[in-house]
């Protein structure tokens, strides 16, 4: 069973920049399309960022020219380079395949934007 890791999250000022990362074990990740999602109090959770096989990322509008998705197959890590952040961003982040999450959801890591 793959399981999934995420690290990375904390308080950062609005403006500023996190990368989270997400360590995969138990699995080869790298035959399947994965992405970052998150989910913030009250809200579903949604798709923040995916990237292929092939390395093509895909962004959700409000994470295009702010947020960078990059994977390290090689690693078995998924990375999201998060800059420009803003109060809305404030979420929990978790990584899974996509554009469909199919694994056991990991605990995520908080990612918390002061204004």
């Known amino acids: 069973q793959v399981q999934l890791v995420e690290s990375g999250g904390g308080l950062v000022r609005a403006g500023g920049s996190l990368r989270l990362s997400c360590v995969t074990s138990g699995g080869d990740v790298a035959i399947t399309g994965m992405g970052w999602y998150r989910q913030a109090p009250g809200k579903l959770r949604e798709l923040v960022a995916r990237v292929t096989t092939g390395g093509s990322p895909y962004y959700s509008d409000f994470a295009e020219g702010r947020f960078t998705i990059s994977r390290d197959n090689a690693r078995n890590t998924l990375y999201l380079q998060m800059d420009s952040l803003k109060s809305e961003d404030a979420a929990a982040y978790y990584c899974?395949?996509?554009?469909?999450?199919?694994?056991?959801w990991g605990r995520g890591t908080q990612v918390t934007v002061s204004s």
């Open positions: 899974n395949t996509a554009p469909r999450p199919s694994y056991v």
